[in-house]
């Protein structure tokens, strides 16, 4: 099989190449590979700032696919990219999320191959009719924004920094799902995300300029972000929901 394979860290280690197929046991289903997305934990991956297994290592966390032999075979999958034990305290009280540090791509080979090896319980089926688009941003730039979400009272004001990104328009869409008031926070001038939802669509400065001016406004509570600069201003006021930052 052909798969994008580094055997030391660095992005100009990267190369194709044509490797063995893993064989499945009873705890692993075959993936054909269809799509794989590519996220900064990918290129934190290859660049040796996670703590990678095995090496030398395919990397690849976000993939859509389909099961590759079996009874199954050419069902449209997903793959949650948690590497969770299912039976601790975390996982049985539906926090799976949490449970291990560990990601399939990163302490596992990943998907960026044409075929992968991932653990049963990390396999979902989905529906023919999904399309590959969004299937293949279910796996991290959907759920990430997914769980941020889960801290968000419904109706109330969010602002989502780097707004027309993967997790980003995720968030707009789950936002107005929750009946919120969406600040869309990016550089572009990006007017098509108020086809995604958003209220507002506000430059950095302009979302400065808004925070300031709700300081004082009890009513207001936004500020979901993925990376916030303005946390100093906010803080005293508001709920930050912070899940992601940048790594430089
Ligand atoms: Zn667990």
Redesign the pocket.
């Known amino acids: 099989m052909k798969s994008a394979y580094f055997e030391k860290f660095g992005i100009a280690n990267l190369e194709v190449k044509d490797l063995e197929e893993p064989k499945p046991d009873k705890d692993h289903i075959l993936i054909r590979v269809e799509y794989a997305t590519v996220n900064p934990i990918d290129y934190f991956t290859i660049e040796g700032r996670r703590k990678v297994h095995p090496l030398p290592h395919i990397p690849g966390v976000e993939i859509f696919g389909s099961v590759a032999e079996g009874e199954d075979k050419g069902k449209k999958v997903v793959v949650y990219p948690r590497l969770?034990?299912?039976?601790?305290?975390?996982?049985v009280s539906g926090k799976?999320m949490l449970?291990?540090g560990e990601l399939f791509g990163v302490s596992s080979n990943g998907g960026f191959s044409e075929l992968a090896l991932v653990p049963k319980k990390n396999v979902f089926f989905i529906e023919e009719s999904t399309s590959e688009e969004v299937a293949s941003s279910l796996g991290v730039g959907a759920l990430t924004a997914y769980h941020a979400m889960k801290s968000v009272e419904p109706g109330e004001n969010v602002a989502i920094f780097g707004a027309t990104g993967h997790t980003g328009m995720f968030l707009i869409q789950f936002a107005k799902m929750r009946s919120c008031h969406v600040f869309a926070i990016t550089r572009k001038k990006s007017r098509w995300l108020k086809d995604f939802g958003a209220d507002e669509i506000l430059s950095p400065e302009e979302a400065y300029e808004e925070a300031k001016r709700q300081m004082h406004d009890s009513n207001r509570s936004p500020w979901l972000t993925n990376f916030s600069p303005f946390i100093p201003i906010s803080i005293k006021r508001r709920k930050i929901y912070n899940f992601w930052y940048p790594d430089r």
């Open positions: 969770f034990c299912g039976s601790c305290y975390l996982c799976e449970c291990s």
